[in-house]
């Protein structure tokens, strides 16, 4: 007998679905403090170059959500016992965003307080974190440091950007409820390193080295850019794919080729006189001309990027 074909969910369907449409473009504008922990700067590098478009399926958008909705509780917690919680910025009115001096670098501090009761007079950052059973176990068992390194780079970043010696950080299991703390010390080398790691990133032309060049090694198979950086796979044209683009400062882009600023907007669209960055090509480059650069594939055959393959007569 065949087997009955599982039930229909239009509604669950439904709801993720509006996740999905709710979505943002799946390119973050900055280099983000969450991310300068990774242990691959390849890996961070295609992130900022917008290589790989972050696409959730509507679950998994609905479980970052999650993260989010429970900071409010965090902060409410807070509270209850006397703490002093700035979850906004008293300047602007908005989330904390902190940058560093390019403007590329940086993030949104959960919150900053004052009044815990292990240190009453002592300001600190604030991250909160919602864990699964397995990962707040071994939370428990290990520490910031050694179980969560990017969130522990994190709170360094933060902590540099802001001028604060000490950051908590308060996580909870989502199974269970519990909640685990942590009082981190401000290591001003690691701060001044992570900082220097951000700005070699944002300001290189071209891609660090690969953490492994075995596409099979574990960091590289469960990598975002997995595709780009080891089978060849072509990012989406964008400014931030293009050779003329650079970063500015201030957090601007500048198009080299129009001599003009790109917002977001311009940066996300594109033009018709896109090159890749030579890197982004897994080809030999052989000849180049004004808005135009010819490429020897490994198959032997010449691809002209900038002008239409067909009205040159090579393959495409």
């Known amino acids: 007998m065949a087997a009955l074909p599982p039930p229909a969910c239009p509604t669950v369907t439904a709801i993720y679905a509006s ?19 990774t242990e691959c700067e390849r890996a961070i590098w295609y992130s900022f170059r917008w290589a790989t478009r972050a696409r959730h399926a509507g679950r998994l958008l609905r479980l970052f959500d999650t993260g989010n909705l429970a900071e409010a509780r965090f902060v409410a917690d807070l509270r209850r016992i006397g703490v002093t919680v700035l979850d906004l910025d008293p300047a602007t009115g908005r989330q904390w965003n902190l940058r560093d001096a390019s403007g590329h670098f940086g993030g949104s501090m959960d919150a900053v307080a004052i009044g815990l009761p292990e240190a009453p007079t002592t ?27 990017l969130h522990w780079a994190q709170m360094q970043a933060y902590m540099e950007l802001v001028g604060l010696d000490r950051a908590f950080y308060l996580a909870v299991c ?20 992570i900082l220097a790691k951000a700005e070699r990133i944002i300001g290189a032309a071209r891609p660090p080295a690969r953490i492994s060049q075995d596409s099979a090694w574990w960091q590289c198979r469960f990598c975002d850019h997995h595709a780009v950086c ?62 135009w650069v010819s490429y020897l594939l490994p198959d032997g055959t010449e691809w002209r990027d900038g002008v239409p393959a067909a009205a040159m007569g090579v393959a495409a």
């Open 230 to 291: 080891h089978a060849g796979a072509a990012p989406e044209r964008h400014c931030r794919s293009c050779l003329h683009a650079s970063p500015a400062q201030g957090g601007d882009w500048h198009c080299a080729r129009h001599a003009a600023p790109l917002d977001r907007r311009d940066q996300e669209a594109g033009c018709a006189a896109h090159l890749y960055l030579p890197d982004f090509v897994a080809a030999e480059q052989i000849d180049a001309g004004e808005d």
């Open 174 to 193: 989502k199974d269970t409820d519990e909640l685990y703390q942590e009082r981190i010390r401000h290591d001003a080398e690691a701060g001044l390193r």
């Open 123 to 149: 300001w600190h950052v604030c991250e909160f974190k919602t864990h699964s059973a397995k990962s707040f176990a071994k939370l428990k068992t290990e520490g910031v440091a050694a179980s969560k390194p």
């Open 19 to 37: 996740y999905e449409a709710a979505a943002d473009s799946g390119y973050r504008a900055h280099l983000g403090a969450s991310l300068i922990g």
